[in-house]
């Protein structure tokens, strides 16, 4: 049992709560969602100090770079949403084709019922606030469940949230492992599920149980490629900060470089500089520097480190483990064979892969998962398309990383084994909701009759006439 003490019988009971909430309509009026969003971003402004501190206690974060990547971001969404809800929920009528004429059709979008979103550590305020906002747009009852990893903003979430969000259709249920097992055991409208690849395993088999459909965004190793010709001082200042910002723990974080040996050999250079600019001379006693969110992800980056030859280490390589802390690190020569290329890093070590060419890089990014984001920097049109033609990932960014997740007009998610399923803007309105067909006929005139068995002239002319055969 983790220290949250949550039984069967708590998880239950609450899930039929919100599912009574659900059946009573009382979430489906747009007057509902709109106030319940304008609550949500009322507990952002009147608490955002208190949540910026609370990722700081967790993440060793900066107060302005959480502003920026989450309370902000999360209002940002509120606000888009609140001003599109009225249109996105308008239903449409398609005209009917002449064989079902005369007949009306029409689309509405309805909410799935009771949904669960799962957050990870990384962003726990963005990440479990921002899939809120869409499941809330659509109508949903919705039950929260944050992660223990981060446990200041998991504790001060599960005080917030009752606070100003309507009880009876929104709760919060904080744990572990062990919790969201016990969570997973009922039966959900939709799962939302953000974090691991492992994990994710789990909440898929635990949802097949009961056909609950899910959203999982995942993360992978999103590559970045570089290419002849570039200006590689902006290259290396905007790659560093894609990378090094939450100290790399961001799921679309570049994850490694690869590139031909004129660059790498000038890549050293560049990265010092634009780190030196990023977090002055010592990124420890930097407060824009975050940490590693615990003593266990530390060693875990250590140990990709522990293989490799100082000499390879371009610039960073410092681990404190007990201050959790590891310098904005970039390692070159990185062996496709080496612990840094098995997995997703998700921290603050940079490996650059060498390549004879384009080709060779484009055999190493096909020969691994398809990954949440893929980046380019590169002039060549050739290269750019054979990337959009031959390779498939969430997303593409060319000359720029990390940042098309800011677009609400961009869905985001993964492709294969980084995700299915996206959201943000509209597309987390649509993630959670049920776009309905409804068909009306009118019994007269009775054209349906003309299809009837048993088929005689008229069933064979309307196949010929609206069939084709
Ligand atoms: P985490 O450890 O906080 O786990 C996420 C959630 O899963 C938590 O709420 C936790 O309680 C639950 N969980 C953990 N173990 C479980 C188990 N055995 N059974 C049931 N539930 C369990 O976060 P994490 O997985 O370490 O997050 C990092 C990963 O998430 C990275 O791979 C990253 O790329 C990915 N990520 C993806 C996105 C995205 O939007 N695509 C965003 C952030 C992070």
Not at 376 to 390: G, I, P, S, V
Not at 442 to 457: N, Q, S
Request: glycine share 8%.
């Amino acid at each position: 049992m983790d220290q949250f003490q949550l039984d069967k019988g708590i998880v239950s009971q609450t899930v039929s709560q919100l599912r009574a909430t659900f059946n009573s309509g009382k979430t489906k009026p747009i007057e509902w969602r709109k106030e319940q969003l304008k609550q949500l971003k009322k507990l952002i402004e009147e608490n955002s100090s208190t949540l910026e501190q609370a990722i700081k206690e967790d993440l060793g974060k900066s107060e302005i770079e959480s502003r920026m990547t989450e309370t902000s971001f999360v209002k940002g969404e509120i606000a888009h949403t609140l001003k599109k809800l009225k249109n996105w929920m308008k239903s449409t009528k398609p005209v009917m084709p002449l064989m079902l004429q005369p007949a009306a059709g029409k689309l509405v979008y309805e909410p799935l019922g009771v949904v669960l979103i799962i957050a990870p550590w990384n962003y726990p305020v963005m990440l479990l606030l921002s899939p809120l906002v869409g499941a809330l747009a659509a109508g949903n009852s919705v039950l929260l469940k944050p992660s223990e990893v981060s446990p200041t903003v998991s504790k001060v979430l599960a005080e917030l949230i009752p606070q100003y969000l309507d009880h009876d259709a929104v709760k919060i249920l904080e744990g572990g492992a062990e919790a969201t097992g016990l969570i997973l055991e009922e039966r959900f409208d939709h799962i939302f599920y953000t974090g691991n690849e492992h994990v994710a395993r789990i909440v898929s088999a635990a949802a097949a149980k009961h056909l609950t459909p899910v959203t999982l965004e995942l993360g992978g190793k999103s590559p970045v490629w570089i290419g002849e010709g570039v200006n590689l001082k902006h290259t290396a200042e905007r790659i560093a900060w894609g990378k090094f910002i939450n100290a790399g723990q961001t799921c679309v974080a570049p994850d490694y470089i690869v590139t031909t040996p004129d660059i790498a050999d000038q890549l050293g250079k560049y990265f010092s500089k634009s780190i030196k600019k990023l977090y002055g001379k010592n990124p420890e006693n930097n407060v824009d520097y975050c940490r590693i969110i615990n003593e266990k992800h530390t060693n875990r980056l250590k140990g990709m480190l522990d293989e490799i030859n100082p000499e390879q280490i371009l610039t960073g390589g410092e681990i404190k483990v007990s201050e959790k802390y590891i310098a904005p690190t970039v390692v070159d020569h990185v062996s496709l064979d080496s612990e840094l290329m098995k997995s997703e890093i998700f921290g603050p070590i940079l490996p650059i892969v060498r390549v004879n060419n384009f080709e060779e890089a484009l055999d190493i990014i096909l020969s691994k998962e398809k990954p949440l984001s893929l980046y380019a920097f590169t002039k060549n049109k050739e290269e750019k398309n054979r990337l959009l033609r031959d390779t498939s990932s969430g997303a593409i960014g060319f000359n720029i990383p990390v940042s098309h997740l800011s677009s609400p007009k961009l869905p985001f998610g993964g492709v294969g084994v980084s995700g299915h399923g996206n959201y943000h803007g509209k597309y987390s309105f649509i993630t959670f909701s049920h776009l309905k067909p409804i068909l009306s006929k009118p019994l007269w005139p009775d054209t349906m009759r003309f299809i009837y068995a048993p088929y005689g002239y008229m069933a064979k002319l309307v196949t010929k006439l609206f069939i084709g055969r």
